[in-house]
């Protein structure tokens, strides 16, 4: 087990700002709904319909695999462990793309350019949450830095790349 340092009252007022950010993104995108900036032909409307399909499962299983580790916020819990297996094999965050493809799927069938630029600011967000999140895995687990050189981020077979010193 690497060096756990423990949470500064800082650290969990910036996690929960990470949460309600992206649930305010998240309900956003929902709440906005649909418009008509554009309609997307039925190739591309059927290929979200897919990607907002995988993205359910990705989350799903991404939910179920952090098992007695799975938190709200993004920092280990104390009685947590570093998984590696099922779909942690394929990506370090499996939530997080879940979320990005269901997103992603959604604003492309939605037509309103709203919904797009929200669904990006989501993506780029999830993006610095899991920055932020990965400086504390660092500090709690022996392996992470190993399992984060060969596991890409968001997207499987992806380079991986870990940007922490």
Known sequence: MG????????????GW???VVQFALLAAIVLEGGGQDW???PW????????????????????LGLGRSLTALPSPVPHGELR????????RHPIYSGIMAL?????VRSGNAVVAATAVAL???LAIKSRWEEVRLLARYEGYRAYAARTPRFVPFW??????R
Do not use: C, K, M, N
């Open 3 to 14: 060096i756990l340092s423990a949470e500064t009252p800082r650290d969990t007022v910036v």
């Open 17 to 19: 700002l990470f949460v």
């Open 39 to 41: 309609a997307a032909p």
């Open 44 to 63: 591309l409307a059927t290929s979200a319909w897919w990607l907002q399909g995988a993205g359910v499962i990705v989350l799903v299983t991404g939910l």
């Open 84 to 91: 590696t297996g099922g779909p942690y094999r394929f990506v």
């Open 103 to 107: 997103t992603l799927g959604f604003a």
């Open 123 to 125: 993506v780029v967000w």
């Open 159 to 164: 380079p991986a790349r870990l940007h922490h």
